[in-house]
């Protein structure tokens, strides 16, 4: 059994060291909203500790269970909440604990915070079908490159497994 990953670490910044104490109490409201819909948040925040991000938040996932949906609307709340603007952005990997033909790509998303919507974003996976004109898996289930070697002997690889997340 293969286990699927959603990884990610970035900062977002809160405009102020003072709105600290705020931001996180939006993410316990994030939190709490989640768990009454059965979901659980997918990502840990605390403030930054390096010097020059005291105005900062650390956003990473936790055991490779991250939701890129949940950092962006936790975001959005605070831009809401601050008066933040500009772009912001970050990038995600997706990652497997066993070779899988779908098991691995990643993303990024780009933020306007001022206007709270999504200004691009990018799927890996998704990208490279489109560029290359192949779907990850061929219909017949047969390992890409064999099938463009025209080899038969590799045999059947494993089927499509559930999207670990996306963001939209």
């Not at 286990?3 to 670490?9: G, L, V």
């Not at 990502?43 to 996932?61: I, N, T």
């Not at 490159?145 to 059947?156: D, E, K, L, T």
């Amino acid at each position: 059994m293969a286990n699927f990953y959603t990884q990610f670490s970035c900062l977002l910044p809160v405009r102020s060291a003072a709105n600290i104490p705020a931001a996180l109490d939006l993410y316990a409201q994030l939190k709490s909203e989640l768990d009454a819909e059965g979901e659980t948040i997918g990502f840990s925040v605390e403030p930054a500790q390096k010097a020059g991000h005291e105005a900062m938040l650390w956003l990473w996932d936790e055991d490779g269970g991250g939701e890129p949906e949940h950092v962006i609307a936790f975001a959005f709340r605070c831009a809401a909440a601050f008066g933040l603007t500009g772009r912001w952005g970050f990038a995600w990997s997706l990652s497997c604990s066993r070779p899988r033909i779908d098991g691995f790509g990643g993303g990024a998303q780009v933020l306007d915070l001022g206007r709270r919507e999504s200004v691009a974003w990018v799927d890996c996976e998704n990208w490279l079908a489109e560029l290359t004109g192949r779907n990850s898996l061929p219909e017949d289930g047969r390992n890409p490159a064999a099938v463009q070697a025209g080899s038969r002997g590799r045999g059947p690889t494993t089927a499509h497994s559930e999207d670990p997340g996306s963001a939209t």
